[in-house]
């Protein structure tokens, strides 16, 4: 059985935004050691800001929130 080529910084990232969630304004996540694993934490950092979505830390998961709106954490 072929093995699936590792995909590259860059395409990692890009993967995590063409999930419906994304289009429909929804939330994903990834584990942060996924991250770490496979691009780096700056990186998808650069792509949230660029999208102008938001992203937090909640346990051992980047959240990020795909919505340019405000953003208010209530508790």
């Given at each position: 059985?072929?093995?699936r080529p590792r995909l590259t910084s860059r395409q ?8 419906q969630a994304v289009r429909n304004g929804g939330i ?48």
């Open positions: 059985m072929a093995r990692w990232i890009n993967q995590i935004f063409v999930a994903v996540r990834r584990k942060i050691s996924s991250v770490v694993r496979y691009a780096s934490a700056k990186d998808l950092e650069a792509e949230v800001k660029r999208r102008k979505f938001h992203m937090v830390v909640s346990g051992d998961q980047y959240v990020i929130l795909c919505n340019t709106g405000e953003f208010h954490l209530i508790c």
